[in-house]
C-alpha cells in the first residue's frame, strides 16, 4: 500500500496578505532586517494619513522611518528607500523570492504536494490567488527537488544571517 498524497488546499490567500512586513537586506551591514507598512499617525495639510514605512536591523542597530504619499525613488537616504528582498534565489529557472517566512512556506507547501487542491472560483470570486501566479516553473513536478532545495537554502540563510 502506497503512502497517502501530501495535500495542498489553497487558502486563497494573494500576495498582498504577506506584503505587510517584509525581510530585506539592511543598508548599512548586509544582514537580514525588518520592513514594515504601519498605518499613517498625522494627517497632512489635505487630511489624508499615509502608511509609516519603518526598517529595523537587529544586527547593527540601524532604525529608519519614512512616511509620505507613495515610494517613488529607490535612493538610500531618502525617506521611502526600501532595500533588497532577502529572501531572493535564483535557480536556472528564473528567481524564486518571498516576502517573509510565512510567505516562504506556503510556496515551500504548494511544491512540496503531490495533491494540489484548489477552491472552485465561484466560490469566492478570487480566480488569481498567490499560488495561482507562481511561475509555471515552480509550479512543474519536475523541478520540485529543485525549488525545495532553493527553499530550504533560503530558510537557513534566515537562521544564520
Not at 34 to 46: K, L
Not at 69 to 83: K, L, M, N, S, V
Amino acid at each position: 500500500m502506497s503512502p497517502a498524497p501530501v495535500r495542498f488546499h489553497d487558502t486563497r490567500r494573494t500576495a498582498y496578505d504577506f506584503a505587510a512586513y517584509a525581510l530585506v537586506r539592511c543598508p548599512r551591514c548586509d544582514r537580514v532586517a525588518r520592513f514594515e507598512r504601519r498605518e499613517g499617525r498625522a494627517a497632512d495639510a489635505r487630511g489624508r494619513t499615509y502608511p509609516e514605512r519603518r526598517l529595523v536591523c537587529r544586527s547593527c542597530g540601524l532604525s529608519r522611518i519614512g512616511t509620505g504619499p507613495h515610494c517613488t525613488t529607490r535612493r538610500p537616504g531618502q525617506g521611502c528607500y526600501r532595500p533588497a528582498l532577502w529572501l531572493r534565489a535564483e535557480t536556472r529557472h528564473g528567481e524564486l523570492w518571498a516576502y517573509n517566512l510565512e510567505h516562504l512556506d506556503l510556496i515551500g507547501r504548494f511544491v512540496a504536494a503531490d495533491l494540489r487542491e484548489r477552491a472552485p472560483w465561484y466560490d469566492s470570486g478570487r480566480k488569481m490567488t498567490l499560488v495561482a501566479r507562481l511561475p509555471a516553473w515552480i509550479k512543474s513536478a519536475k523541478n520540485r527537488a529543485e525549488v525545495l532545495r532553493a527553499i530550504d537554502r533560503l530558510r537557513a540563510s534566515v537562521m544564520s544571517g
